[in-house]
């Protein structure tokens, strides 16, 4: 699949904060999302728990999570979101996708909107 980028918006579950807004890279191989640790403190959330992931390269990483509300093309849902490194790229992972029923075309690398979500 190629390279699929969108513009999100993460903030805390009480929107007290500004959000941290930025390009983040459409991961269908990444179940959660992940932005730089230091721009989630920023943005008022904080770390409920830490848990191990798997990289790509097969490596454990055991990294800090919390939740939060992430908002991109016109719709929001709840995510758990990873505590990155200060050099990540921000990850849309598919939990988001799928929560607000869009889908990625692997042919054409663009995101649908779903005429309605599964529950198969």
């Keep these: 699949m190629g390279i699929t980028k969108v513009t999100a918006a993460i903030s805390d579950l009480n929107k007290s904060k500004p959000a941290y807004e930025s390009l983040f890279l459409v991961d269908t191989g990444a179940i959660d999302c992940m932005a730089p640790a230091s721009e989630l403190h920023k943005a008022g959330i904080t770390v409920r728990g830490k848990a191990v992931y798997e990289l790509a390269n097969g490596e454990p990483f055991e990294v800090e999570y919390g939740y939060a509300i992430i908002s991109f093309l016109g719709s929001e849902t709840v995510v758990q ?36 979500k599964s529950l198969k």
């Design 81 to 116: 979101v990873i505590f990155g490194p200060e050099n990540t790229e921000p990850i849309l992972g598919v939990v988001a996708l799928e929560n607000v029923g869009i889908d990625v075309d692997p042919v054409t690398n663009t995101l649908k909107k779903m005429v309605a």
